[in-house]
């Protein structure tokens, strides 16, 4: 079974560690950077994920924009995501553009991430230290049990 996961991860790389440690237990794991492929063909894989952090309560537009003009439709698709905030609606969006195309969920993983945006900045962030080796290692046994 192929993978891809197609991701946005720029300003501490919180979501990156999480996808190097998944893509180094599976080889049938590729890993796009939507930021250098805009315009990836994902009609070839098995099971699509989609992995961001969150940004304004949301996967990062990027990734909204992508997975709207991209995701090919009747796909298993799973979600990770990284997050400084403890609470939030973060799956709205992307759920509902899988929705939109008929997609089945398979799941999602999220945990915290070093966030330093916004006011967060002036106190010295917060989420210091995230995502550990634990949480690195519960995406890894997440994306094992898909």
Excluded: W
């Amino acid at each position: 079974m192929t993978t891809a996961i197609v991701y946005y991860s720029q300003h501490h790389g919180n979501t990156k560690k999480l996808l190097d440690a998944i893509a180094s237990i599976d080889s049938s794991v590729t890993l796009f950077d939507v930021t250098e492929n805009p315009d990836v063909d994902l009609s070839f894989y098995d099971r699509i994920g989609f992995a961001s952090g969150i940004y304004f309560n949301s996967f990062a537009r990027q990734i909204l924009s992508f997975a709207d003009a991209h995701l090919p439709k009747n796909k298993d698709v799973f979600y990770i995501y990284t997050h400084g905030a403890p609470v939030g609606s973060f799956l709205k969006g992307i759920r509902e553009i899988a929705e939109k195309k008929n997609c089945r969920e398979l799941g999602s993983y999220h945990c915290l991430g070093f966030d330093t945006f916004g006011p967060f900045k002036l106190v010295g962030g917060i989420a210091r230290g995230h995502p550990d080796e634990e949480e690195i290692a519960a995406a890894v046994s997440f994306y094992k049990a898909l």
